[in-house]
């Protein structure tokens, strides 16, 4: 593929001087192992299920992929809006698009998971083509895995996303959202039977996943068993990702191994999750809107990142498309080019620089973003919460999913237990 | 216009009884006035500037709206998610699209204000014939204004926009986002002379306008100017806009004058604002997240507009989506109707009941979202900020426009002025 | 009474010049009116009750002041800190001292009313020798008016504590702590046939009285009624207290009248108050911790209430030495001298400059603790709170006084209407 | 010592059900090793400078507790009020009472090291007598070792102190307030020779001492060094003091030692502490008010000491007397008897009861003051702080410290340094 792109920007660094890029990148696009043994930074996309559920065209519940099939222009919309914020990667929106979660409690589809699949995977290679990115087939953890289904089971669920994968010809592959590292090494496993690139990634805090697997040992474990590329995505904000990250690099580094970083973390600030992240805070999914980060934060978020050694940052749910662009921004610098859409945006609030008013334009500089300590406009509500803490994993009787709609009975049951515990 | 709508939906009432709906509506769509009049419920769209920001398509600092013409298809995609979230108004994307804005410190465009607004009536014409909304041309404040310009100045500019409306055949039109009642004036003789319904919003809170004209003065001054729907928009949170169009209303019925009342209110929280809105809050533009509304915040709004006698209950900056399908959630049990976009939504969470992890189904109710306090994750943030308050209203130096950029040295002294503040 | 009074400080200016003053004031102490009348400001002491309640001598709920008969010392003391912090009035422990309330609700004393109304004269007559104070005898609301007995039966009430205070000669007298102008002015009345100097404060903000009068007409009232001294006390923050001041100081102008203004308020911000002030916020009386001032919200205090005119500057619950030492701090370039207890203290923190720790030492300066905004260490916690507002006043049978304990059950009806609200 | 103790109060515990208590306790009063071998809850008093900073006798800064001989008044009242609260300690206000601390940074006294320590001893002997009390004699951390100065130079300084409490005869002695184990150790092993029990605490968190030696081998060398009880004062909240005692008694118990346990936290709520401790926080010492514990807070702290087998159970900086009580109170079931300040104070907020307002009459129980999240009445401030971290340690040049006052230079480099920090 042959990628000609030119961008031309005014970068406007800390110390208020003014450099002028003008940019003409005559690409032939690489593989992202090739980009990241070069040294590159790649650009992940964010969350397609929390935006397009905000925009109407997902769930929240099941958190399934229909819309693929279903509302193609508003998922190639979504696509499109990550390639013009500065993504590297348009991951195909396939999660959870496996068939034991799409026909799971109640929950029926119009579509077979093959064609979900398949629409997913068209819609990726479509909008790639329009800019400078890669696509990247997507697995996830299976409602089969915490129903305590046997490890060949499982893979065959993988199995059948992969088909279409390699039918479809993505450029490589991505086993993401694990919250068992076992569970993700089957992945693995499965992935690598291409021979395509694999990154994975689980969404696990600093205390390791649900069963105490520390980081290091879990991405020593992934790096063993193929993955080319570990981190970890969802579930926590990006302060904990990095920090997590940091613990797997120390591992696989210990180890004696080798492989590349990737964060894809939340766009909710989450200082107060226990191990299973966000899940457990009482605002899951509904009222997370006061812990939305900035493009400021994100900026700091991608600063650190590659202060770290990170080089995919991406991000998961909550990511609009400025969060990504602000990822893009960051590290400008470093890439020497900004992304499409920053002909919308200005470093560090510059575009303010046109508001009609005085006060407004006062604010159009770093320092004051930067040192900006945002009110909530919420003096009723605390600044941290409680997480839930049930205490259920892979195997208890309330993890075990079932084909059937959640029963009266079976809520009554729910409400009674969330109520006590109050 | 024929509209032929089907809706299938289950309502879910505060009691848990499920009472099932069955919508087969062949209406002749009728005039924004006609409704109203029948005392139907009128749900109006979100403002789409901040949301387009978000996706990359809008500049904050001009805030103009080039990308009717530049990125048609990111413009048609918002207009359908309002329309599929419920709205029954797609409004132009011509916010600023007066010659006088288009071309404002330093601010240029690839393309004239006729094609801006000609693009944006067609786009907002294709999407409202999908469904059952009608096309409003929107007009809003212009910088000539604040720079003292003459009332036939500003008038002419007005003049300019409405001409691509008539010529366009919009329904009806809305001058919005006036900050002195009698620039609002204005517009609405001028909007008159179409001969269509007109609409007319102020961004003005309980103190009223920026000459202190109060909420109830200045709705019986655009009653008097023709205007047949009076309202706010902007600059407040739902709570406030709603405490000020009572005010309007109380102010009408004592002139013994009669209107239908609308409100367009930010989808921030906004308890520390001045008179001058959320424009003078340091968080402005740029950090606002931690104030975004839950949808819950929203269903709250829709009520308690309904029971003030608004009818005509619509969005601001901030508005996604899922804001205005909450507004349409709310009050479906008095319109018969769920909106479209509920397909991919249950009534007050109960969506959730199809959730993988128990501790989430046990949140698939209306008791745990109405009394949830959310927290906002920021333990180092304060909750309320202290407004600007620059006190520079029209006619002050600072805030003449001007074609050409803000200079170095205009920015200096600015900056200057912001740090002495604090 | 002849009071020489010696004292050497050093005061440090907002500049940072340092400016030794040394005083020997040769005083004939004055009355409380010739002081004012000559332009001193004049210090007032802070709350008994609360202060007293966290040393263990006075009982939340009934809030009366036996301990001036029981535990003497621990009254004596606490005057002795109140003068050394600089307090020019030691006002006797007899709040609540009326006998309808001593024996209110199952509430019996040791000690008569009048034993404990003599018992707190002498012990503020003791103290006041010591240093440069007047003694003032003060009368407070009684349940007997709450409960709708007579203007005879009122009055009757707060003549058996004036007998006490013309006996043991006070040098003036306050009627305070009156939530209905009303019963103040008898008050008023009654300590005017005494010939001293009589001062009155409300317990209101600037909604006015619980009858909804405005603090300018009440204020007029209490000043026909022949207060030479009004103002506020309890209930509402400094900031509240002084805003309702400036409203009393309007009126009593605009009606042409003159006198001397006093406050009185909590030591705890109150910004989230209706008119019933703190007594309606959930945290009343055993959660307030976290609103109390610091020293630098008080000096900020004494400083709004000077520049408003207001001479006679005093606290109330919540206040500790500490908090009445720093209006005198503040107030100190003024009136030329630095209260006693200074001498264990440096202004705005200089007393750092002998901390062991150099981060610490960093802290000695105005400018350090001016612009902290201080951590609550609470982030589960919200920042305000909504009042009760039961909306239940004089003559509601729940205000009904009554001499027996209240019962179980009517314990039991009040939780249920409590926790119905939530 | 003979005491004789009656005491009759009324127990309410969380079922609502009554339970009279008719305490006559006849002791020979024990010593301290006695009652805690007996399984017997000892209660501690409260941090005298911070309470005597409040009442204008103790200067902030210095620290020093040359009120013992300048105002005795105040600290037997003080005494008293701790006496009254259930404290059965009274230990001598004797903190940093080292000539070395008393002549430092151009602080002078007008009294000698011994007359202080004298005047101190007398004090709380002379209050113990009035109760069931202890009397404690009291060493403190020396500006000696954070000079560097040599072990026997250290202990010399400790000797001196030692000398008074062995005249004076107190009952046992206490080496509190360090922050380096190995001084501890140099007081412990001083202590030990007069042959009375011995009590050494900590001011440490979970992460150990300033050479980051932990809670675990930190108590064991207490031990070995002969101290027959160790924990924890100052520096932290009684949630973290807590936790780190339980870390220093596993370490005791997995060396096979034995040893008893002790507490003397903070009243304030420091979540967001570093290894240093509140001095750290921005708000040390002049802004920690929303940070003060309420009593309820305060049982709960005594419940979870107890339940952690800590039976030595005090406070320190920021406790009231009412803070002692509530320990008291709490712990009430356990030891069967309340302490006399009880009498003016009803268990849960019973004393509500008598309160003239229905709504707070509605508070008189557990239920409400337990669920009640305190709001700070500071919209505008945070809820955690970033501590200062400067890693200024034993022997960095800015902790030597001086005879004579801190320079304006010296003053000059420290604010700059903190200025840069921000």
Redesign the interface.
């Known amino acids: 593929m042959v990628c000609i792109y030119v961008n031309y920007q005014i970068l406007k660094c800390n110390k208020r001087v003014c450099i002028s890029v003008l940019l003409a990148r005559f690409d032939f696009t690489q593989g992202i192992l090739e980009r990241l043994d070069a040294g590159e930074i790649v650009i992940g996309d964010g969350g397609f299920v929390f935006a397009l559920?905000?925009?109407?065209?997902?769930?929240?519940?099941?958190?399934t992929p229909e819309a693929a099939a279903e509302y193609p222009?508003?998922v190639r919309?979504l696509h499109?809006?990550f390639l013009?914020?500065g993504s590297n990667v348009m991951q195909t929106f396939t999660f959870y698009a496996s068939d034991d979660k799409l026909e799971?409690?109640?929950?029926t589809q119009r579509f077979t998971g093959q064609q979900i699949n398949e629409a997913a995977c068209d819609l990726a290679r479509e909008v790639a083509n329009e800019g400078d990115a890669l696509v990247a087939g997507g697995v996830s953890q299976t409602?089969s895995y915490?129903s305590c289904k046997s490890e060949n089971d499982v893979k065959a669920i993988f199995k059948k996303q992969i088909d279409v994968f390699v039918k479809k010809n993505v450029d490589f592959l991505i086993a993401e959202y694990f919250e068992h590292v076992e569970e993700a090494e089957w992945a693995v496993q499965v992935l690598k039977t291409t021979g395509k690139p694999v990154a994975a990634t689980l969404c696990i805090g600093p205390e390791g996943d649900l069963n105490k697997v520390s980081p290091g040992d879990c991405a020593v474990r992934l790096v063993k068993a193929g993955a080319q590329i570990v981190g970890v995505n969802c579930h926590f904000?990006p302060e904990t990702c990095v920090k997590t990250v940091k613990m797997m690099k120390a591992g696989v580094e210990k180890a004696g191994l080798k492989a590349h970083y990737m964060t894809q973390p939340l766009a909710?600030?989450?200082?107060?999750c226990n191990c299973q992240g966000f899940?457990?805070?009482?605002?899951?999914?509904?009222?997370?809107?006061?812990?939305?980060?900035?493009?400021?934060d994100m900026q700091k978020y991608a600063r650190e990142a590659y202060n770290a050694g990170i080089h995919y940052i991406g991000g998961c749910c909550g990511f609009?498309?400025?969060h990504t662009?602000a990822l893009a921004e960051e590290l400008a610098p470093e890439r020497g080019f900004l992304p499409a859409?920053s002909?919308?945006?200005?470093n560090w609030?510059s575009?303010?620089?046109?508001?009609?008013?005085?006060?407004?334009?006062?604010?159009?500089?770093r320092d004051?973003?930067e040192k900006?300590?945002?009110?909530?406009?919420?003096?009723?509500?605390?600044?941290?919460?409680?997480p839930?803490g049930?205490g259920?994993t892979k195997g208890h009787a309330?993890?075990m999913?079932q084909k059937e709609?959640?029963s009266q009975e079976?809520?009554k049951a729910?409400?009674n237990?969330?109520t006590a515990r109050c």
Chains 1, 2, 3, 4 share one sequence.
Not at 53 to 63: D, H, I, N, S
Not at 279 to 296: A, K, M, N, V
Not at 343 to 346: A, I, N, P, W
């Open positions: 559920e905000k925009r109407g065209y997902v769930k929240a519940g099941p958190w222009e508003a919309q499109r809006e013009r914020a799971n409690r109640g929950h409602p915490l904000d909710f600030h989450t200082p107060d899940i457990d805070l009482p605002e899951f999914p509904f009222s997370l809107e006061p812990r939305i980060l900035t493009r400021w609009e498309p400025y662009r859409g002909e919308k945006h200005g609030g575009g303010l620089e046109m508001h009609t008013k005085p006060w407004v334009r006062a604010r159009a500089r004051y973003w900006l300590k945002p009110a909530s406009g919420r003096p009723f509500c605390p600044s941290m919460a409680m839930d049930w259920v309330d993890l999913q709609a959640t079976q809520l729910l409400f237990k969330e």
